[in-house]
């Protein structure tokens, strides 16, 4: 019956967040990085998450998605081992906390070829256990959806182009509201 508690640790888990993307930012180099966190901090559709205490799991999913993409760089940028398990600890418990932190790996390997313009075997080598840990989460959620939760009726039968086209309009929907955050409310 008081949400104010809530409320502030999920804005601390935000404050964090926006935190670490600055230092992510500036570690690889990218312009901007002190505005970029900025406007992740105040854009809409990522303070919409820190009002509902329901979305708890997405504003700990980032704070530790972006706590790992930093450890994972503090790592290959040469620290020590202990910065990859560091990385691989925190990257588990953002999968825990939220499953759509899936796109780990693509994530560094698309953050790895902007900060060196090129992916070299090792990369490739060092994604593999986040890889492995996307695909265990992929099938554990792919499982309790069908066993758990739904069951063995299909919730849509749409056609394969129907759930490409579907897949399409989910694309430019969030790309749209990343530019122009309007209507969020439902």
Avoid at 91 to 107: D, M, N
């Amino acid at each position: 019956l008081e949400p104010t508690g809530y409320h502030l640790v999920n804005l601390g888990w935000h404050f964090l967040a926006a935190i670490l993307v600055w230092r992510l930012f500036e570690r690889l180099s990218i312009p901007g990085a002190w505005f970029a966190a900025v406007v992740f901090a105040l854009h809409p559709v990522n303070v919409e998450s820190v009002a509902w205490i329901s979305q708890r799991k997405s504003v700990m999913a980032a704070g530790l998605f972006f706590g790992s993409l930093l450890s994972y760089f503090q790592w290959a940028d040469g620290g020590r081992k202990k910065w990859f398990v560091v990385s691989l600890l925190l990257y588990a418990l953002s999968l825990f906390s939220k499953p759509s932190a899936i796109t780990g790996p693509f994530v560094i390997l698309a953050l790895v070829w902007w900060h060196r313009r090129a992916i070299h075997k090792s990369d490739l080598k060092a994604s593999v256990p986040f890889l492995g840990l996307s695909l265990v989460i992929g099938l554990v959620g792919v499982w309790f959806q069908a066993y758990r939760v739904i069951g063995p009726e299909a919730v849509r039968d749409d056609s394969f182009s129907a759930r490409v086209a579907g897949a399409g309009y989910a694309l430019w929907f969030y790309l749209f509201k990343a530019v122009l955050p309007i209507n969020l409310s439902f």
